[in-house]
T-cell receptor, first 111, second 113 residues
Framework: QKEVEQNSGPLSVPEGAIASLNCTYS??????FFWYRQYSGKSPELIMS????GDKEDGRFTAQLNKASQYVSLLIRDSQPSDSATYLC???????????FGSGTRLLVRP | EAQVTQNPRYLITVTGKKLTVTCSQN?????MSWYRQDPGLGLRQIYY???????DKGDVPEGYKVSRKEKRNFPLILESPSPNQTSLYFC????????????FGPGTRLTVL
């Protein structure tokens, strides 16, 4: 059974700090990795995708991938209270477009 | 506005009473999928469809049926709901070639008594 593991949190950071969210996955051959954000009572929305080892930056968000360690992370710089949400790590299966989700990390940004 | 819609948004029903949750997308996406979300278990895929008339089981298909007769619609059918199907359900769609970049509907909260 392929698994994606995340610390459930909550991860509490002060406004303006860097929030670091982490995820590990079990299937060594996985090639596609995603971060979805889910506000309380809302549906998930895609915020980042990463396919190659290293860093990928998009605005205040940076996704990091280390396939050798089977580790994916999301950094949020200059965290804002509006970033308070649950962040879902997902690993993609290429043949079926299936997403295997972690249970999410709740982030709380304190004003 | 590009969106995925689901109806109903909230439903309370009783064991054994057949129900259908509708899902519709207006983005001409080939890929559609149903998930359920339960506390501590995350999002789990129920069924997915790569295109019209092509459906396949996800991780938790027991007790559910789907059909894909039109590209825009992907209804989820519970023939005989049971209390363990009480959950939050999400429909999602994605364009061809980018199936992992899924757009989610607003969710349907189902309670089976």
């Amino acid at each position: 059974q392929k698994e994606v593991e995340q610390n459930s949190g909550p991860l509490s950071v002060p406004e303006g700090a860097i929030a670091s969210l982490n995820c590990t996955y079990s299937d060594r051959v996985s090639q596609s990795f995603f971060w979805y954000r889910q506000y309380s009572g809302k549906s998930p929305e895609l915020i980042m995708s990463i396919y190659s080892n290293g860093d990928k930056e998009d605005g205040r968000f940076t996704a990091q991938l280390n396939k050798a360690s089977q580790y994916v992370s999301l950094l949020i710089r200059d965290s804002q209270p509006s970033d308070s949400a649950t962040y879902l790590c997902a690993v993609g299966e290429d043949s079926s477009y299936k997403l295997i989700f972690g249970s999410g990390t709740r982030l709380l940004v304190r004003p | 506005e590009a969106q995925v819609t689901q109806n109903p948004r909230y439903l309370i029903t009783v064991t054994g009473k057949k129900l259908t949750v509708t899902c519709s997308q207006n983005m001409n996406h080939e890929y559609m999928s149903w998930y359920r979300q339960d506390p501590g278990l995350g999002l789990r895929q129920i069924y997915y469809s790569m295109n019209v008339e092509v459906t396949d089981k996800g991780d938790v298909p027991e007790g559910y049926k789907v059909s894909r007769k039109e590209k825009r619609n992907f209804p989820l059918i519970l023939e005989s709901p049971s209390p363990n199907q009480t959950s939050l359900y999400f429909c999602a769609s994605a364009p061809s070639g980018r199936g992992h970049e899924q757009f989610f509907g607003p969710g349907t909260r189902l309670t089976v008594l």
